[in-house]
């Protein structure tokens, strides 16, 4: 007798990928450079991303995956009929801005670029696969960096609203559901790839970083409003990278710092739901020297046009303490080790509870759906002599993340769907590696570019579709954490 269902049969499921970490032809169809296309892989990569303004060229002694990255953009038909066998109901994907717009800040949008994704948009509807679509993925063009700073400048809103208008009227038949910005608050750990800010020369950081964090998110507000009048059926997500912080003890002092540290999380949930500046952030700004340029209808802008649902990743949960307060700009606690949780090869925590936790959290604050949009484990495969791809530990990984995210539907949590990171192997955003895998469907490409491009199923890619199939019924529940 087979279990009942633990997902709703309305339950999104499926993969999410990001443009510049999938598409590659990253100059194909008149394309512009977006600021990924110079970040480059290998030992380089930290100096650039830390010190980015003397890299904003492509260089010819240097490796850019994101160029071709696993070639999707001449292979998507094959790609997306791969995602169809896994019967997919979604799949969360970016548009490259500098596709459609390759300098940022042209009149009119690149009709080539359009066309493409009017091709992968009709390719998905084709598998009855709902397009999740995230405006703005880590990818904004170059030439907004060059030219303006970035989202320092308030120049970059005007931009990002054309780029959003241009979407919203020619896909509003195809696409239901928009995200403003991928994981918005990491622009405070990572403010070149989520605000395309170069601060290596700017005393106060934190004053740049929450200046450009404003403009994102009156962006998104706006971006909000107008997809309501374009199309009023279509619903806006925000998308916070949510790993929530537990204190180390029960002392008080740790519960606080926990708190203090979730909070700067919390602070871009609140704007998108609440719509307002909460007042634990207002404290922050005076005690950190931090003063807002607001102009004249922004706070109202907010207040009128919170988000639909919110949309997160989740890949761990972080652990930290009062004792250890940072001394850097963009952080108040720094992270501790949580001696009850394993980590990845890439150190990264490994807490399924703590998704069910984050669930409860969000919903509890915020009242509004939730779609889990990221989770997965990168890690290194083997291919098998006979050519099969055994990674039991990735399917347990997901596994123990889905039951709980079902536990979390029973405390009765509105959770509307979870695509994993990511449905084929793609480079890494953080360390720019290939062989940093997540799929469920392995592509023969390794760090320095070389390989067949080949695409194979893992053990992972049948084991999702019975998930798929069965509504979870097929998950093992008794894993021990
Ligand atoms: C999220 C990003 O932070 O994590 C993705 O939205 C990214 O773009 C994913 O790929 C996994 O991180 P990484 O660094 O392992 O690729």
Same mark, same amino acid.
């Given at each position: ?7 709703? $049969?309305?339950?999104?499921?499926? #993969? %999410? ?94 009709? /080539? ?33 060059? $030219? ?20 919203? $009227? ?28 170069? +601060?290596? $020369? ?83 700004? %005076?005690?950190?020297?931090?003063? +807002? ?88 495969? /083997? ?18 993340? +889905?039951?709980?995210?079902?536990? %979390? ?18 480079? &890494? ?19 320095? #570019? ?9 053990? &992972? ?11 979870? &019924?097929? +998950? ?6």
């Amino acid at each position: 007798m087979p279990n009942d269902p633990l997902f709703p $049969k309305t339950f999104l499921f499926g #993969g %999410a990928l990001a443009a510049n970490q999938y598409e590659g032809g990253f100059d194909k169809g008149n394309k512009g450079l977006s600021i990924v296309d110079v970040e480059p892989a290998g030992p380089e990569r930290n100096k650039m991303l830390t010190h980015p303004g003397e890299y904003l060229k492509v260089r010819d002694d240097l490796y850019y995956p994101s160029h071709r990255a696993i070639d999707f953009y001449d292979r998507y038909k094959e790609d997306i009929r791969l995602f169809g066998e896994m019967h997919f109901s979604a799949l969360r994907i970016s548009v490259a801005w500098s596709r459609i717009f390759p300098e940022g800040d042209e009149e009119n949008p690149n009709e /080539e670029g359009l066309r493409y994704y009017d091709r992968i948009f009709d390719e998905l509807i084709k598998y009855n696969i709902e397009p999740i679509v995230t405006i703005s993925h880590y990818e904004t063009p170059l030439n907004l960096v060059k $030219k303006y700073g970035g989202w320092k400048n308030r120049i970059l809103i005007k931009c990002y609203l054309k780029f959003a208008e241009t979407l919203f $009227k020619r896909y509003r038949n195809k696409v239901k559901y928009w995200i403003s910005f991928n994981e918005i608050n990491c622009i405070t750990v990572s403010p070149f790839i989520a605000g395309a800010l170069v +601060l290596d $020369k700017e005393k106060n950081k934190m004053q740049v970083i929450y200046q450009a964090a404003h403009h994102e998110l009156v962006a998104s507000a706006k971006a909000t409003k107008l997809l309501h009048r374009i199309a009023p059926h279509a619903k806006m997500g925000c998308m916070l990278a949510f790993s929530p912080f537990y204190a180390r003890t029960c002392k008080p002092a740790d519960q606080m710092a926990a708190l203090q540290q979730n909070h700067i999380t919390f602070f871009f949930g609140d704007i998108h739901c609440r719509g307002y500046y909460p007042s634990y952030m207002k404290r922050f700004f %005076a005690e950190n020297g931090i003063h +807002l340029e607001v102009a004249d209808d922004d706070l109202q802008v907010l207040k009128e046009n919170t988000v639909d649902f919110i949309s997160f990743s989740y890949y761990m949960s972080y652990t930290t303490e009062a004792d250890k307060k940072s001394d850097q700009w963009n952080g108040v606690y720094l992270k501790v080790k949580n001696p009850y949780i394993k980590s990845s090869d890439w150190g990264w925590p490994i807490d399924p509870i703590g998704l069910r936790y984050a669930l409860n959290l969000l919903y509890d604050r915020y009242h509004k759906p939730l779609f889990i949009v990221e989770n997965g484990l990168g890690a290194r495969d /083997e291919i098998e002599p006979d050519g099969s791809i055994n990674d039991d530990y990735r399917i347990k990984y997901l596994n123990d993340h +889905l039951v709980q995210v079902a536990e %979390a539907i029973k405390d009765g949590v509105n959770v509307i769907g979870y695509t994993a990171w990511s449905p084929i192997d793609v480079v &890494s955003a953080g360390t720019g590696e290939m062989e940093k895998r997540y799929g469920l469907i392995y592509v023969d490409r390794d760090n320095q #570019g070389k390989g067949t491009l080949e695409r194979r199923k893992k053990k &992972s890619f049948y084991w999702y579709r019975e998930v798929i199939d069965t509504g979870g &019924s097929s +998950l093992k529940k008794d894993n021990n954490f």
